[in-house]
């Protein structure tokens, strides 16, 4: 009787898509049917039909050898083993845990929620795809690596070889406090990165709560990891009085998404919530060295201001979560093995390092000199789309039917997906924020001629929900609770006005506005905070998303990339003051289709075929849409009053030039016929939206 593994061979992998979100009493029933919404638990999918078993696979029996099961990793191996026509039989994973991570907060536990997620590889994501029956995981570390005959040294002796090695660690936090991380810390420092990491940090503070007189924690960062720390460590038991978060000085030049809050605006307002539930609070400065007991234990740490002073925190549990860096255990092996490494490891453009059989990408590498590209660090790219065009560049070399060109002497890979950080916060806040990649997109769109380095990024802020409210609301609290008995809990008032709205909710449905705002206070609660970035060609390059709900934000995400006129006109709407919050906005019956899972590629094929139709001679075009740019890029540089309003009169001009030589009408009716057709496709999907036939 065949394997398992052996039929899963002669079969094809179907990948996971996105569900969309349907609020049923907003879509007055227009939603799919409930067994296209419930699909149940988990589960890999797998196919056959006649037709596929007569194609058969192109067996690859490279030696590939991935060490670490980063983000990186599993969209490298993700975008291999989902080639419908290769099959790869021979992928090693080398895992310090041996198991494949999930990265979100998708348990109630507060342990699964210490550490900021990324949404990328989620426990549902990888059950989904189920990467283990594609890929052998090894358990450990690597010490040694053997250029000249192509094998690793594991911590235990091991010896693995390879053909292809794909060296993938990730940037961690360290407890040592020395460049060279060889002074160990003492007993009761942590900086954990992994989930069993975290689990042996709880376990110890439990343990001082049932032993001692409590823990007494001090975490150190500015980093998102360290507020979701927090809100780990206060939701497991210890008292928020006995908890201390002293800041670290970030510095300008560290591009990490994880390295601090998304603003100022909302690092002040998540500080006064600390403040207001009792965590002891210290301006940003610097660690100099940690105190020790009788017994090697932590006891405290020293630090120093920026002007001069400096003062120590008494603590029993000390958490290090300032900064995301390179791990001497990462490094060594490299150095060893003569590998160029220079802030990171150096990769060419086909991420390929000094030796052509050992490839990186992610956080841990860089692009080497030559190429001119010390500004595009991985690190300000998604990871899983650094793994993606890493299996890319090595499948010019495994598969046969791969006609991709290899790129230019110095083009870079095009890595467009935007980053994501999730975080629960304290006070029960849920955050998310998402970012483009800077420069990425916003360079192609520059026109034809136009210097590069005369780009100026000018991103307009939208938001919808104001912190300052908030904090005066809190300081108003605060002088109730010094005047008497009759203060109410800030959870208690805002529960009770909650049920109030839910109570008028049941006699508001006839009014579709009332429904969505009383959904909305619902979903996401009456304090929340919505920042949508807009960049000079009116696209979305990033999403800020703080609410004090427990509805999912991640599908918010779907809308960096979008122009804002599919986002139904959003820059003017919000102009002229229509829009007071965006999250009811996001409700409305209109906005299903901008979350659906294929709406961005849809709105990518529409660009290429306006671009690609022969009607207009688009030679001309691009000389107008050329001055055109020209003159906004000098009007955004241009600072007297009058002289701007010259070029934007010049720049109306332009844009009715522009209007003139294109053919609206033959254009216009392709996009409408093409929307119906998106429409129709996907009606199971989005049968709130009218179709033809239907009437």
Not at 241 to 265: E, F, G, Q, W
Not at 447 to 456: K, N, R, T
Not at 487 to 503: K, L, N, T
Request: hydrophobic content about 35%.
């Amino acid at each position: 009787m065949p394997s398992k593994a052996n039929v899963l061979d002669d079969m094809h992998c179907v990948k996971p898509r996105l569900q969309s979100i349907y609020i049923d009493k907003v879509l007055r029933g227009n939603v799919p049917s409930q067994h296209i919404q419930d699909v149940g638990p988990p589960f890999a999918l797998h196919i056959t039909a006649k037709k596929l078993l007569m194609e058969h696979k192109v067996t690859i029996n490279t030696r590939i050898v991935v060490v670490n099961a980063s983000a990186t990793a599993l969209g490298c191996i993700e975008e291999l083993c989902f080639r419908s026509h290769l099959c790869f039989n021979n992928i090693v994973i080398i895992s310090s845990n041996g198991c494949l991570p999930s990265r979100v907060h998708e348990s109630d536990n507060p342990r699964n929620r210490f550490l900021a997620a990324d949404n990328l590889y989620t426990k549902s994501r990888l059950d989904k795809l189920s990467l283990q029956s594609s890929v052998s995981i090894v358990r450990g570390d690597v010490v040694s690596i053997e250029r000249e005959e192509k094998f690793l040294t594991l911590a235990d002796g091991d010896e693995i070889h390879y053909d292809f090695l794909l060296y993938l660690p990730d940037l961690k936090y360290t407890a040592a406090l020395d460049d060279l991380q060889e002074q160990h810390p003492p007993y009761g420092v942590f900086a954990p990165n992994t989930q069993d990491e975290v689990d042996d940090m709880l376990e110890q503070v439990l343990a001082y709560e049932e032993d001692n007189d409590g823990a007494v924690v001090v975490i150190f960062g500015s980093s998102v990891d360290a507020y979701s720390a927090i809100a780990a460590i206060i939701d497991v038991g210890v008292d928020p009085h006995r908890v201390t978060l002293v800041k670290s000085i970030v510095d300008d030049s560290n591009k990490d998404i994880k390295a601090r809050l998304p603003t100022a605006d909302v690092e002040r307002f998540v500080d006064s919530s600390l403040q207001a539930m009792g965590v002891s609070l210290h301006d940003p400065c610097t660690i100099n060295r940690y105190k020790v007991d009788a017994t090697s234990g932590v006891c405290g740490a020293m630090f120093s201001m920026a002007n001069g002073s400096s003062f120590s925190v008494s603590c029993n549990i000390f958490v290090n979560m300032s900064n995301r860096t390179i791990l001497k255990e990462d490094f060594l092996p490299l150095c060893e093995s003569f590998f160029v490494f220079d802030g990171g490891l150096r990769i060419d453009n086909t991420f390929a390092t000094n030796d052509p059989f050992v490839f990186s990408a992610g956080s841990f590498a860089k692009y080497t000199r030559k190429l001119y590209a010390d500004t595009q660090h991985h690190v300000t790219r998604n990871p899983e789309d650094c793994g993606r065009g890493l299996a890319v560049s090595l499948a010019r070399s495994l598969d046969p039917l791969e006609h991709t060109q290899a790129p230019g002497k110095l083009d870079l890979p095009k890595l467009t997906a935007p980053r994501v950080c999730i975080s629960r916060l304290p006070g029960g806040f849920q955050l998310i924020h998402a970012k483009a990649v800077e420069g990425g997109v916003k360079k192609t769109q520059v026109g034809v001629g136009i210097e590069a380095s005369s780009f100026v990024s000018t991103d307009r802020e939208l938001v919808s929900g104001s912190f300052s409210s908030y904090m005066e609301e809190e300081e108003e609290l605060e002088e109730e609770e010094e005047k008497g008995d009759n203060y109410e809990e800030p959870a208690q008032r805002h529960q009770q006005e909650e049920e109030v709205q839910f109570e008028k909710e049941e006699d508001s449905t006839e009014d579709g506005v009332d429904a969505i705002e009383e959904l909305a206070l619902g979903f996401f609660g009456d304090r929340r905070f919505f920042s949508i970035l807009v960049d000079e060609f009116g696209f979305v390059s990033g999403v800020t998303c703080l609410c004090k709900g427990t509805r999912d934000l991640s599908h918010f995400v779907r809308l960096i990339g979008l122009h804002e006129k599919h986002l139904n006109n959003l820059v003017s709407r919000y102009n002229e003051g229509l829009i007071p919050d965006f999250y009811e906005f996001f409700m409305e019956p209109w906005a299903v289709a901008i979350f659906h899972d294929r709406f961005y590629s849809f709105t990518q094929t529409l660009s290429s075929l306006v671009k690609d139709t022969p009607e207009s001679d688009y030679s001309e075009l691009e000389e107008v849409i050329t001055d055109l740019t020209r003159l906004s890029l000098k009007r955004l540089g241009t600072t007297g009053e009058l002289k701007s309003d010259e070029l934007k009169s010049k720049e109306e001009e332009q844009f009715a030039a522009l209007r003139e030589r294109v053919n609206t009408s033959s254009t216009q009716k392709m996009i409408k016929d093409r929307l119906l057709d998106f429409i129709t496709f996907h009606a199971y999907h989005l049968p709130m939206y009218a179709r033809p036939n239907m009437w």
